[in-house]
């Protein structure tokens, strides 16, 4: 990936502030662009932003499984998706329990124009600093990318260094709409109500313990044990990556997966600002493996790959207007749309409750195919380790074991015993469906299909 062509820095004017986000190489309508320019304009709340953008660094920046070796890891840089009338920015934390993502909307940017595409954006130290500082009161004028960027900052000049986008942060992008797009509501608070409901969460060292939250009225309690209704929230210390924005929030809305997995949506007038937990402090969102099936089964892709140069990175995209686009069936749609969220192509967007296209400035693809279990399966398949049984399929296992994959994409393995499908097919599912999407098997009975629709 090519690097920025300076610092990005925040620096005074004579009507104001200005904030220059230096942007690293992006996809774009017009393909790969080095160093774009997605937004210039003056902000309606410049102390939101800030705080927002802040908080997305901070989740960036912090391990809380391990923050002793936090300290020890380079900052990594959140990913921007300009969608035609807002900006996006997401990270993820460097253990991969923790997605954040803030949504600066149409009246947040005034009436500047707002392009289109995703790339990276340069939130260094120096520049976090000075954005500490914002107040409401003092003019803001935003450019994410500019042609001539200033490399000067409050505390001088800084060489650039050259990013990436870490493969785990690649698989997480895929994982989190699926989760995302699998929860209800489960509880709003309003007001005051938030900042005392985050008061009383415990200030330890992170993870911190598991909570469970009662969010059934106006006021939210939690316990210790848990209760029927309640949100599970594992590691509570990780719900402090919106310390920095709940002084702003005037709503925070509450959704769960069945998975325990929990996203935390909060209200920032023009804005808003979400942060999705992992069931488990130490389980992080790129081993969830729940779209594993969509990319080793072919009949999603050759739907998703027609769906592609549709989606013109919409910021809300309705399924139901596509098949007059395009010409195809609404089963069709639904498959392509699962494949390209499997493909780290679709977020999802809860307040909207409608998906939003983001184009990762690498290739997604053959990182998501190097998924640990997806190897091990093709290296079964290459090796001939599954074979046709009346009552479905045996594929071989360490050494001399052999484990059965019924019609149904059921398996007697440990891994699939002690997860129950809930973190995505074992090695030997994926074995069989990589064999049936390509035609080599004919199965017993029926022919496995890929979920699709999410």
């Not at 109500?193 to 106006?218: E, M, Q």
């Not at 929990?262 to 937990?277: N, Q």
Request: net charge neutral; glycine share 12%; proline share 7%.
């Amino acid at each position: 990936m090519s690097g920025y062509l300076a610092e990005s820095a925040l620096t005074g004017t004579a009507t104001g502030q200005q904030l220059d986000l230096a942007t690293a190489l992006a996809l774009t309508p017009d393909g790969p662009v080095a160093n774009p320019v997605f937004f210039s304009g003056f902000l309606a709340r410049p102390d939101v932003a800030a705080a927002g953008l802040l908080a997305v660094a901070d989740v960036a920046s912090h391990r809380y499984a391990d923050a002793g070796l936090a300290k020890r890891l380079a900052n990594l840089d959140p990913v921007v998706t300009a969608g035609g009338d807002r900006l996006r920015f997401e990270s993820f934390s460097a253990c991969n329990g923790v997605h954040a993502r803030l949504d600066l909307l149409g009246e947040a940017l005034g009436s500047a124009e707002v392009g289109f595409g995703t790339t990276n954006v340069d939130v260094n130290l120096p520049l976090r600093t000075a954005l500490a500082r914002v107040n409401r009161a003092e003019p803001l004028y935003l450019s994410v990318g500019t042609e001539e960027l200033r490399a000067s900052s409050l505390t001088g000049t800084h060489v650039e260094r050259k990013v990436r986008l870490p493969e785990r942060w690649v698989r997480g992008f895929a994982e989190v709409p699926a989760l995302t797009r699998s929860m209800i509501p489960a509880g709003e608070l309003r007001g005051p109500a938030i900042t005392r409901f985050l008061s009383g969460l415990p200030r330890v060292a992170p993870p911190g313990p598991t909570l469970y939250v009662l969010a059934d009225g106006p006021s939210w309690r939690t316990s210790h044990r848990a209760i029927a209704g309640a949100v599970p929230l594992a590691g509570a210390s990780r719900l402090r990556g919106v310390d920095r924005i709940a002084r702003h929030a005037t709503r925070l809305s509450v959704y769960a997966a069945p998975n325990g997995t929990t996203a935390w949506v909060f209200g920032l007038g023009d804005a808003r600002f979400t942060l999705v937990i992992s069931p488990d402090p130490y389980r992080g969102f790129s081993g969830e493996g729940t779209l594993l099936t969509l990319l080793a089964g072919g009949d999603g892709e050759q739907d998703g790959r027609t769906l592609l140069p549709h989606l013109a990175w919409s910021p809300v995209l309705d399924p139901g207007e596509l098949p007059a686009a395009t010409g195809m069936t609404q089963a069709d749609v639904d498959s392509g749309l699962a494949w390209l969220a499997a493909s780290g192509r679709l977020g999802w967007d809860l307040a909207e409750a409608a998906w939003f296209h983001r184009e990762l400035p690498i290739d997604t693809e053959r990182i998501l195919r190097r998924n640990p279990r997806l190897v091990s399966a093709r290296a079964l398949v290459s090796d001939g380790g599954v074979t046709t049984r009346a009552d479905g399929w045996q594929v071989s296992g360490t050494g001399r074991e052999y484990y059965r994959v019924t019609p149904d994409l059921a398996c007697d393995c440990t891994w699939y015993r002690e997860h129950l499908d809930g973190r995505g097919p074992c090695k030997h599912i994926l074995a069989v469906v990589l064999l049936t999407s390509e035609g080599h098997v004919v199965a017993p009975g029926t022919s496995p299909r890929a979920p699709v629709g999410l």
